[in-house]
């Protein structure tokens, strides 16, 4: 057990860290625009293809890697298509996208959302006969930057996945009736893979943004005065700040933990479902308690404090929310009697 | 003790319900329970229509529009037009500015602006917040220095909600540097927003919405006359414009509405073969959203049914922190509902996702305001504790 | 809508209070003994009768001067059989037993909990074949006094109600097997609707504990002194106390209102489910703060506090618990769209 | 990164959970499970069967009978003992007064201490809080003045844990009243129970047990060579004491084996035509569970894992805090499943009430002083905001 980074991990969390400081740009509420710019430095770095094998075109190194990024993108508040490349890359396996898409020569997003319908890793309305696809997917992500996608459809011989190389939205919607789409080897078990990677990435972006929403709220209190005295007088204050950092610590053991197994059991399902729970407990109470903390500057878009609570909430919705894991790791509480992580 | 409404009070309900679901356009209803923002002019057009009604002001004295309502019937009417939709009157006007005019006001002053405050004739926006002045109100330092017959101001305000469609604003200011005490150095001035020296910046918020400004006056010249009441006594009108609201602090017909509303859409969101209402830990949640919301609608009624002679019971006193907090609590809810189609926040007609889906996550964090303005929770519990507790920290 | 109690009713809250005064006894941890002094001190004020009609020996009050006693008796945090005899008396009907329960001449308890199995209010192992019956109920409540006892079982045409008048105890449990037991007039309905009753003198004993606990704990927070100040200087335990209080408040709107609909519908079972909700909400809240916020006190048998908590944590389990009566409230969350509670 | 455990710590593990799961007496372990209360008798031979096996104070300088453990294998350690229903080593002992005299005490001291603290024959029980002195331990007034070569003590100490079982009590004295800084006036004496003067009387708790008491000290006399370390230092001495322990202050494995209990528990109760488990509710609150207890023990193991050097994690700073919390969420869980079969607390043969769910009721509400002892949730938090988070309050 060990859950300190290598030196190679902290050389690559500085050099992630300092290609978001060359290519930050502001947030803007409700619109989650792909920053190119970043995201082929991130390329550059081959941080695109970091879990996946040198031959074929990865970094050779594994999820603890791609998660040191992920949380450099949560802390510093910025947007590009990370965890959705790894994912669509994951998804893809040998398909002729693959090599581009970890290149960054080619954006290619997941399009694993059905409209009006709650999280489901499996297609519902999505259906194929042959290469031909009907339903719809909605929202799929960073569509205004015109992605290829990669989707999942129900065929006849169970889950198939899908590359799309040059589809058309309206808005964030993708028909899929009439759209040329191929199919990509591959199966319910590598969706279930691509997702578990996806959470993992989440869940380190979410890390990172609650973090900083600690980090902005502690030094909000430090400097901030009411009542002629700054704000770390006020006991109740400082109390709830203590319970936002028993949460973050609690937080990010669950997702380095989540990393470490996902390198050894990528089809980890149920470590997936505990962490996206812990994490997600952990980011709505950060999340709220740092812009109630600050007040009514918490609640303005030129604060940052205010955008990590946006994206929590989009992370806590996305790939099945607390509910939906508790759901399903309650199916399974009564197969065993104690928990036994260390084995 | 007695259940239930008299017949007078069931039939004022009736009248209310038909009124608020037939008088007042669908469109705007229609918008308020999609939750999305309101125009100016759908503001205007439904609290119009409320006022040519007689029921935009009916808590004022009754020679300036008001009905001399029980605290019962006012929440009979609040409550019906929370459920109907129906945007309430506009708060500055109706709720803070108007009740301190009619009770403080000189006659000429009441007769100068009561009526188009009623009619929205004056659209009113608040100046109480500063930058450095949030719950500390008392602490505030835009000055105003009696020049001749005006009053020369200087200083900055924010959190002005709605300040960009503002005719008027009402401002605490300091005329009194002096004085022993903060709080009695503070008077209340009205200001023309197109007065000279008078400018507004929009603050934009986290879910993309312009609600609130900053309002910064530069030697602004405001006439004496338009001082409310007596100078340095601002404070105290402060704090009756805050206070006098016993029955409306809590919105519960509004999250009544929505709850209902949350009902429909876990209804209507498809999950596994049937929809997310089946799942028995959804439905367990809405039983729990109804039974808080219960409680605290009870108490705004026992409230409302308790408060004669003009003593406030004092179970008043967490309205306003729990009718926040659950109000937070269903829009988080709405949130979770709409799951992945809460993530593009667009409204396109083409969209396969419901507008209230689209909006769940900026209503959602539009709403953790609720907790922090109008006195944070944390001055609601220092009222509790010190007030009704006598825990004098 | 009026929620403030009748000149009468204040009476009778005096007469109640007086009568616990004089008839008080210090509590023992885990052992509910009935205090036969003051339940016959009650009778003689007709408080046992209360809600039952002149004709049949009642006082022909309602469940809303009942609930006034009972208020009383969790404030002072005294056990008797106070809300048990009113179940029992209820179920009772026209029995014979009836006359002397609400007399104070016999004492009448309910038996309506079967071992090792969650709260149901209809019988699943007591079964009657004529007046034989079988199957174990377990704890029997007060059963030290060696009550006589009300039983439900499940009967050739649906649920019997049965009075057992000399029932033999092992400590709280009683074997029906053998026992002689006469049914009793009523079906399902009386007993729910006695349960209601039950449930809603319970939820008032546990809104006067709650009364009693953060009046206590207020007391303790102006005299107590660490580091040299009183207690009520750190604004962490004082944001507390105003959120026990907002329990508080919240749990006597409930309680009040479910007192007056029970006046008017005694069988009103989805009012007392999201009664017991709310008072189990704000129960669990105010005697686990209760206790926190004393410290090490509120852990000793000598003060009060603690057994409030333990009788609040009592009433939660009689008679279904907050998930018991969610779920009972779940089922039937989509048969209407927004709450009415003024008509 | 590294996940799961080498091949010696696997090893390691293998040993201890053979040597709990076998050595210590089943009826020991019974009672640990049931929740039952253990008899002095029972303490003392479990303490003595790890004593014999040289794992009663591993954490221990190797002289004194320690084992240069690792950080990890100290947890997996406690673990196992928890995970087995084993009752850990005496605290007073292993983990307070050992150390302390290991760390600060005089060569004679210790060899006259150290062994029979160690195997069990010396019963210590701690004085530190006082009935004015709780969380501002530093206030105490118990007074011991130096008379020849011997204190003579005055004072009252108060939550004595296990004291009516005590040999020997370790005491906070006020050696200078006259000290700058209320901290440096205080020293540790070390005094028996059976001394003239001292007397002890029982607090009964709200859950019927007795495992707390009063100790009142009347002109007892106590030997100089009794005074641990230097005088005045008492305060030093305390505070290492209780921040010696790193890995142990959660009791994860403890947690862990009751959250298993609970899942037998809720498959037992019977709920309609099944029992409690099959209720997705119930169901879902301990998939809920176990993702906190996850949090925790992997946070235990973090902390483990990293301390190395001796500098603590500052993630320590969560695990008392959160560890109580999470054992009271348990119990309390424990508590509603047993529901009505928890009314009665009466153990009795003929039951047909399995002792566990007698037991739930006074356990849970035994429980509640997990947040109040060694340093309540609010000084938890107090340390936090102030120590990690640099919020001077």
């Known amino acids: 057990m ?46 695109l293809g970091l879990p996946f094998p040198e031959d074929a075109g990865g970094m050779g190194a594994g999820p603890v890697e791609a998660m040191v990024v992920a949380l450099e993108l949560g802390r510093a508040g910025v947007r590009t298509a990370y965890s959705e490349t790894l994912t669509a890359a994951t998804m893809l396996g040998e398909d002729e996208l693959f090599g581009a898409a970890v290149e960054g020569s080619r954006l290619v997003v997941p399009a694993l959302f059905e409209p009006m319908r709650a999280w489901s890793p499996t297609p519902v309305g999505v259906r194929a006969d042959g290469d ?77 943004a609650m973090e900083s929403a600690l980090h902005l709220t502690v030094e909000y209190l430090k400097s901030r005065k009411q009542f002629g005295v700054p704000l770390m007088k006020f006991q109740t204050l400082t109390q709830r700040a203590a319970d936002m950092y028993t949460s973050l610590e609690l937080a990010r053991s669950a997702v380095y933990y989540l990393a470490m197994t996902l390198a050894i059991r990528p089809d980890h399902a149920i470590g997936v479902s505990r962490t996206k729970v812990i994490v997600g407990k952990s980011g709505r109470h950060i999340g709220q308690e740092a812009i109630q903390l600050h007040g009514g500057i918490g609640m303005t878009a030129e604060y940052a404090v205010g955008h990590h609570t946006a994206r929590l909430t989009e992370i806590e919705h996305t790939y099945g929310d607390t509910r939906y894991h508790l759901s399903r790791l309650a199916r399974g509480v009564s197969e065993y009697g104690s928990l036994d992580l260390v084995s | 003790m007695q259940r239930g409404l008299s017949p007078e009070d069931e039939q004022f309900r009736a009248e209310m319900r038909e009124f608020f679901t037939t008088a007042i356009p ?51 009417y609040l409550d019906e037009m929370q459920l109907a939709n129906v945007p309430a009157p ?25 009526p188009p405050t009623a009619s929205l004739d004056i659209w009113w926006c608040q100046g109480f917040s500063e ?43 300091r005329t009194n540097p002096a004085a022993e005490r903060q709080q009695q150095g503070i008077s209340m001035l009205l200001i023309p927003m197109d007065a000279p020296g008078v400018t507004l910046r929009p603050i934009q918020l986290i879910d993309g919405g312009h ?70 830990v959804i439905a367990a949640r809405i039983a729990e959203l109804e039974c808080d919301l219960i409680a605290l609608e009870l108490t705004v009624l026992r409230v409302a049914a308790n408060s004669h002679g003009g ?59 609720a907790s922090i303005y109008g006195g944070s929770n944390e001055v609601q519990r220092q009222v509790i504790s010190t007030g009704i507790l006598g825990l004098k920290g």
Do not use: C
């Open chain 1, 2 to 47: 060990n859950f300190e980074f290598t030196e190679d991990q902290i050389a690559l969390r500085d050099a992630a860290r300092e290609a978001i400081s060359r290519h930050r740009t502001e947030p803007v509420p409700g619109t989650a625009a792909h920053n190119t710019e970043l995201w082929k430095a991130l390329a550059e770095l081959g941080a």
């Open chain 1, 132 to 208: 031909a696809l009907t339903g719809v997917r909605e929202p799929v992500p960073y569509a205004a930057a015109a992605p290829a996608v990669v989707t999942t459809a129900a065929t006849a011989d169970g889950v198939g996945i899908f590359a799309i190389d040059n589809p058309t939205f309206t808005g964030a919607r993708l028909d899929l009736a009439g759209v040329s789409a191929r199919r990509v080897d591959g199966d319910e078990l590598l969706v279930q893979r691509a997702i578990n990677l996806g959470t993992l990435l989440l869940s380190a972006e979410a890390l990172g």
């Open chain 2, 26 to 76: 669908q469109d705007i209803r229609d918008k308020v329970a999609a939750g999305t923002e309101l125009s100016k002019e759908d503001f205007e057009r439904s609290h119009r229509i409320m006022h040519e009604a007689g029921l935009a002001v009916p808590h004022w004295p009754a020679e300036w529009g008001g009905k001399n309502w029980s605290d019962l019937q006012r929440y009979i």
């Open chain 2, 90 to 114: 506009l708060a500055f006007n109706a709720n803070m500015i108007g009740p301190v005019i009619a009770t403080f006001g000189s006659q000429t002053m009441k007769e100068r602006f009561l």
């Open chain 2, 131 to 173: 930058p450095e002045s949030g719950s500390d109100l008392a602490s505030l330092r835009t000055t105003a220095v009696l020049d001749g017959d005006e009053y020369v101001v200087n200083g900055q305000k924010t959190w002005t909600t709605l300040g960009q469609h503002a005719d008027w604003i009402f401002a605490l200011v």
């Open chain 2, 211 to 280: 609600e609130v400004n900053e309002v910064f006056f530069d030697n602004v010249r405001v006439p004496a006359a338009q001082l409310v009441g007596e100078e340095n006594r601002g404070w105290d009108y402060a704090k009756f414009l805050l206070g006098n609201e016993r029955v409306g602090v809590a919105p519960t017909g509004w999250i009544k509405r929505k709850l209902a509303a949350a009902k429909e859409y876990a209804a209507a969101v498809a999950s596994g073969d049937g929809h997310l209402i089946d799942d028995p």
């Open chain 2, 311 to 369: 003593k406030p019971d004092p179970a008043s006193s967490i309205l306003k922190l729990r009718g926040s907090e659950l109000q937070q609590d269903v829009l988080e809810f709405i949130a979770d509902i709409a799951g992945p189609s809460s993530l593009s926040w667009d409204l396109d007609a083409e969209s396969a996702i419901a507008d209230w889906a689209h909006n769940a996550t900026p209503v959602y964090l539009n709403f953790r305001k």
